[in-house]
């Protein structure tokens, strides 16, 4: 892979709003004041380093190309509930959201935040790591940033859509939404997609004696086996945690590892009618407004031909900026083929290069 070189951002709003938001910004052209600047967000039960082998084939494809489609910085961010973060807001995940990562009701001195729901709380969170400014913990100000394009895996898509309806708006340049995660409330494909996906967050081994007996494990798995290994290295490293029993006094500890994710969390993601009523209007109304380019992998393990072609039906005012497929991959295609969904991730930048 390529060398990357990084730096660890933190917003911390609080007591505004009670999670700190965490990214990971790296240097590509440290001195350039033109080019693109990518914002990554993964999928569900993911982490902010999870994009790290697809960046690093990025910038091994683009160093190659024209000039007028170089990249001028990358962040990844993190849902602050997964991976580094989980752990960083743990007291304030316990004590002011639910199962379904519902905000209750917080007092603040800054007066009463009540919860916006999920998804939108991930948004919320996030929106705020984009405007929150280069003093306060983003390094960048993307507000100045007329190149910005956010790629999305997933849930991720769900919330760069969602943003629209948040201000200060964030002007994307266009986005590029890898295996989207938005679909209509009662499809009925997309009701089995939902009743899968639910049993196997309650069904999935989320605990190990070690990383390395996580690593062995998970290697093995018929979903995990299918990773490319150096996401699963990052996955070990950084998609699970110390777990929480660590702390009980001996000899009640367990030292071992979980979930940075917890299994209630994931599986209430797939509860909440934002990720299809909303986020499908969102979609409809972006498509509108900046080019939406849509990358599919060529398995249907979750998603499906008809779900799919929701999002390509003219008649409904869908109409992406264009479809490419990545061969070979599933859903998880960051996970599977990175290098692959690196090259997908050039062609769309510098086809849009092209056309500026």
Known sequence: ??????????????????????????????????????????????????????????????????????????????????????????????????????????HTELGTYKFSGHPREYTRALHLFLTAGPDKGAKIDFSKRDKLV?????????????????EPRINFHSILALESGVSLKGHKEMCLSAQMLTAWTWL?????????????????????????????????????????????????????VTTSLSRAHEAGSYRSEQLVVDAMDAYTETCKDIPIHLIWGTIHDVGTPNLHALLEDKTAGRVPAS????????????QQKPDDVAQSICDVLFSQAARL
Request: contains cysteine; neutral net charge; proline residues 5%.
């Open 204 to 256: 999935r081994r989320d605990t190990w004696q070690s990383r390395k007996n996580a690593r062995k494990d998970l290697a093995s798995s018929p979903v995990y086996d299918q990773w490319d290994p150096r996401v699963l290295d990052l996955y070990v490293a950084h998609g699970l945690r110390k777990h929480p029993a660590a702390k009980y006094p001996y000899p009640y500890n367990f030292n071992g």
């Open 323 to 334: 479809v490419t497929y990545v061969q070979g991959a599933g859903h998880l295609c960051v």
């Open 1 to 106: 892979m390529v060398e990357l070189l990084r730096e660890r951002c933190v917003v911390d709003p609080r007591p505004a709003y009670p999670l700190q938001i965490l990214g990971t910004r790296y240097y590509v052209n440290p001195q350039a004041t033109d080019g693109y600047t990518l914002v990554f967000l993964h999928a569900l039960g993911m982490h902010k380093e999870t994009w790290e082998v697809t960046i690093s084939s990025l910038l091994k494809i683009a160093s190659q190309r024209i000039a007028s489609a170089q990249v001028r910085e990358i962040i990844s961010l993190e849902i602050p509930n997964h991976g580094e973060s989980a752990v960083l807001n743990e007291d304030a995940l316990k004590k002011d959201f639910d199962d379904d990562c519902n905000l209750f009701s917080v």
């Open 150 to 166: 956010g790629v999305g895996h997933s849930i991720g898509v769900v919330i760069l859509l969602l943003m629209r309806d948040l």
